[in-house]
Nanobody
Framework: QVQLVESGGGLVQPGGSLRLSCAAS????????MGWYRQAPGKQRELVAA???????NYADSVKGRFTISRDNAKNTVYLQMNSLKPEDTAVYFC???????????WGQGTQVTVSS
């Protein structure tokens, strides 16, 4: 069974920074994509950023230049460095792992990010 454990959310002022972490454990293949999604109240869950096991990245237009996704394959951990945060970044952030060998998707429990003065 695969588990994803997220950490790093919290309350930050506009313009501030936060770093999210997501550690995956269990039976995971080497061919996967890990990513961050977010869901604000009353809105659909949306992709924030994703990174493949080969290092290819993908970002939502709204976060390009402000957020950076990275991963440590040896630790099965993905990070999201969020800079220049805006109130509209406020949401629950979810980690997702797509395993292309075992053909399964896994989600973390979510971590709240609130950007407010």
């Amino acid at each position: 069974q695969v588990q994803l454990v997220e950490s790093g959310g919290g309350l930050v002022q506009p313009g501030g920074s936060l770093r999210l972490s997501c550690a995956a454990s269990g039976s995971i293949s080497d061919i996967n994509t890990m990513g961050w999604y977010r869901q604000a109240p009353g809105k659909q869950r949306e992709l924030v950023a994703a990174i493949s096991s080969g290092g290819r990245t993908n970002y939502a237009d709204s976060v390009k230049g402000r957020f950076t996704i990275s991963r440590d394959n040896a630790k099965n951990t993905v990070y999201l460095q969020m800079n220049s945060l805006k109130p509209e970044d406020t949401a629950v952030y979810f980690c997702k792992l797509e395993d292309f060998v075992y053909r399964n998707n896994y989600w973390g429990q979510g971590t709240q990010v609130t950007v407010s003065s």
